[in-house]
């Protein structure tokens, strides 16, 4: 589908100057479009079977009537809520059809050099609150213009595509293989790279080295088993791999700040 063939209607912005500053957890089904643009700060999603860690760059589409969910201790978004109709001109006769595709988006974009893309959303989302005379008809001139600069942006990174899905294949077999101990080695003979090469890109995209992540993955997954009943610490340890629990413990209150019992009684018991 063409941008040109499309009519926008846009039904809410947020952000501005002083940006729109998201903390803990959004979970939440939309009954139109959105576009987010992280600007600073980090957390994790979840979006159309989709999992992850998201940073300063990552660019969310957030598809109608599709569930998704983000939470971050803090990070500073650009948002634009649109519907959208695809309007076309043949001879003499108009048509309308309402949206019947998702567009060509991926759900988690992470974009690079992305100024042009935030300098147009900030232009956006300033001409929606300055509501000055006319202040629809350009703010949808800048959503068009915003759709251009990330389909620019995304086509300049193009020739990094294949790293990203590489590391896609990788953070998907670590969801598979949680419970299990896994090396660099293993995950680079996966995708057929070199450990080390593996390792810069998957850090590049990321933000974090593969051991960190893998060590991640496994204390969400411990969370989960606390909340379905599960609060032996050595049980817990062990189902995730570890044969050691002291060194589960310490790995877990590194990453969440207390220990494996200490979040058990905090998260499941209300003190």
Same mark, same amino acid.
């Given at each position: 589908?063409?941008?040109?063939?499309?009519?926008?209607?846009?039904?809410?912005?947020? @952000? @501005?100057?002083?940006?729109?500053?998201?903390?803990?957890?959004?979970?939440?089904?939309?009954?139109?479009?959105?576009?987010?643009?992280?600007?600073?700060?980090?957390?994790?999603?979840?979006?159309?079977?989709?999992?992850?860690?998201?940073?300063?760059?990552?660019?969310?589409?957030?598809?109608?009537?599709?569930?998704?969910?983000?939470?971050?201790? @803090?990070?500073? &978004?650009?948002?634009?809520?649109?519907?959208?109709?695809?309007?076309?001109?043949?001879?003499?006769?108009?048509?309308?059809?309402?949206?019947?595709?998702?567009?060509?988006?991926?759900?988690?974009?992470?974009?690079?050099?992305?100024?042009?893309?935030?300098?147009?959303?900030?232009?956006?989302?300033?001409?929606?609150?300055?509501?000055?005379?006319?202040?629809?008809?350009?703010?949808?001139?800048?959503?068009?213009?915003?759709?251009?600069?990330?389909?620019?942006?995304?086509?300049?990174?193009?020739?990094?595509?294949?790293?990203? &899905?590489? #590391?896609?294949?990788?953070?998907?077999?670590?969801?598979?293989?949680?419970?299990?101990?896994?090396?660099?080695?293993?995950?680079?003979?996966? #995708?057929?790279?070199?450990?080390?090469?593996?390792?810069?890109?998957?850090?590049?995209?990321?933000?974090?080295?593969?051991?960190?992540?893998?060590?991640?993955?496994?204390?969400?997954?411990?969370?989960? &088993?606390?909340?379905?009943?599960?609060?032996?610490?050595?049980?817990?340890?062990?189902?995730?791999?570890?044969?050691?629990?002291?060194?589960?413990?310490?790995?877990?209150?590194?990453?969440?700040?207390?220990?494996?019992?200490?979040?058990?009684?905090?998260?499941?018991?209300?003190?």
């Amino acid at each position: 589908m063409n941008i040109h063939e499309l009519f926008f209607h846009i039904h809410y912005c947020n @952000g @501005g100057g002083s940006k729109l500053i998201l903390a803990k957890k959004l979970t939440r089904t939309l009954q139109h479009h959105a576009l987010i643009l992280v600007t600073s700060g980090t957390g994790t999603y979840d979006i159309a079977d989709k999992v992850g860690t998201f940073r300063e760059g990552t660019l969310f589409y957030m598809p109608a009537n599709v569930s998704h969910s983000i939470e971050t201790s @803090g990070a500073s &978004l650009f948002t634009v809520h649109f519907s959208y109709a695809r309007v076309g001109f043949s001879d003499t006769a108009w048509t309308i059809q309402p949206e019947q595709d998702l567009l060509a988006f991926s759900p988690v974009m992470a974009l690079q050099d992305y100024y042009a893309v935030s300098e147009t959303f900030e232009k956006l989302v300033t001409s929606w609150h300055a509501k000055l005379p006319g202040y629809e008809f350009v703010a949808k001139t800048f959503l068009q213009q915003l759709f251009l600069a990330i389909n620019q942006n995304l086509r300049a990174q193009h020739k990094n595509d294949g790293a990203r &899905l590489k #590391v896609e294949k990788v953070i998907a077999y670590m969801r598979r293989h949680v419970q299990q101990n896994i090396t660099l080695t293993e995950l680079a003979n996966l #995708v057929q790279l070199s450990p080390t090469y593996l390792s810069r890109i998957f850090k590049e995209t990321t933000g974090y080295s593969v051991i960190a992540f893998f060590n991640k993955m496994k204390v969400d997954y411990a969370k989960e &088993l606390m909340m379905n009943g599960m609060k032996k610490v050595k049980d817990i340890a062990g189902q995730l791999g570890f044969s050691d629990e002291f060194y589960f413990s310490r790995l877990f209150k590194q990453l969440e700040g207390v220990s494996p019992t200490e979040y058990y009684h905090r998260n499941i018991h209300g003190f």
